[in-house]
């Protein structure tokens, strides 16, 4: 008869029977550990995590001063500006279209075209600009900023001065339309 090869029934009974020992231990380890977070997580208080109307550090409460006022005027004063903005564009875009434009910058007919199409250009960028800012409280700030600069460059072009801006415009037919935004007249 030949030799035996490998481990007796002994031994292999004995490490089947290590091996289930410590799977169930390691199954209780793990059931206890789960249990004892159970208990602590039912034990501790319930902690809300922060947001915005909740934020974890409020602000201190100030007589006469309701923060949803404030939120309410931030979101109304964002979408006056947004309105601002567009409307603004409109009524020079119509007027450009209509031919009425020069009427309304100091020099008529004898304005520079280039420095109308300048104008309409800086309007237009902030026109997309607010396409892409809605009117929350929280872009307020960045669409009055938007808002002031529509009005210096009305003011400016209704004044006929210099629109202090550099343009370079790629047109979809490829051609390339450049203006340093200053106020010129062309002679007849």
């Known amino acids: 008869m030949p030799p035996k090869q490998g481990l007796p029934g002994w031994a292999i009974g004995l490490i089947v029977g290590v091996s289930a020992l410590l799977i169930l231990l390691l199954g209780a380890g793990i059931w206890g550990i789960n249990a004892l977070g159970r208990t602590l997580n039912d034990a501790m208080p319930e902690r809300q995590l922060p947001t915005p109307e909740s934020p974890a550090y409020p602000e201190p409460k100030r007589p006469g001063h309701d923060a949803s006022e404030h939120t309410d005027g931030l979101a109304s004063q ?21 031919g009425t434009i020069t009427q309304l910058v100091p020099g008529g007919d004898t304005v520079d075209p280039d420095y109308i199409t300048a ?9 997309s600009a607010v396409r892409f800012t809605p009117a929350t409280p929280d872009n307020a700030a960045q669409l009055r900023e938007y808002a002031e600069q529509t009005a210096e460059y009305e003011r400016r072009f209704l004044a006929g001065e210099d629109l202090d801006v550099d343009i370079t415009i790629t047109r979809d037919d490829g051609s390339v339309f450049e203006s340093d935004g200053k106020y010129r007249t062309k002679t007849p």
Do not use: P, Q
Not at 81 to 87: A, G, H, Q, R
Not at 119 to 127: K, N, P, S
């Open 78 to 98: 964002a979408a006056t500006d947004s309105e601002y903005i567009v409307s603004t564009t409109e009524k020079y875009r119509t007027a450009r279209s209509d």
């Open 119 to 127: 104008f309409l250009y800086v309007l237009t960028d902030l026109r």
